[in-house]
């Protein structure tokens, strides 16, 4: 080997630690969307299950059904968007915010949010 000249493995020297920070950001990236998706997709089923609940909160008291089904909405922490009684009916309309990651990662001043609905009556 002349003076000035690397050999092959001296130029490669290194490169296996780029590799293994590459790999640990792409698994970074991937955890925390996944991550996010698992908690949107737990928010969805808890506002969902809100909804249900307050809707027939609202029509096992008639005359007072948007105000059972607020208690109810507010005690899952959501928001109750919607409620109409029709005849024995109640249909109700909730949300909730998205993930804080997700909220985070929209960058969005006014993020949209994740609703449920639900309608109870008799059967």
């Known amino acids: 080997m002349t003076p000035g000249t690397m050999s092959q493995g001296a130029a490669d020297r290194g490169s296996g630690t780029l590799v293994t920070l ?4 792409v698994l970074l990236v991937a955890a925390t969307v996944l991550t996010g998706m698992v908690a949107a997709y737990l ?6 299950t809100a909804a249900d609940l307050a809707a027939i ?15 109810i909405a507010r005690a899952h922490d959501v928001r109750l968007e919607e409620c109409t009684p029709e005849g024995g009916n109640v249909r109700v309309v909730v949300s909730a915010p998205l993930p804080p990651i997700i909220e985070w990662l929209s960058a969005s001043p006014n993020p949209p949010r994740i609703t449920g609905r639900a309608r109870a009556g008799p059967a």
């Open 22 to 25: 590459a790999a640990a950001g």
């Open 43 to 48: 928010i969805h089923q808890r506002a969902s």
């Open 57 to 71: 909160a609202g029509v096992t008291h008639p005359g007072r059904e948007c105000e059972f089904a607020e208690r």
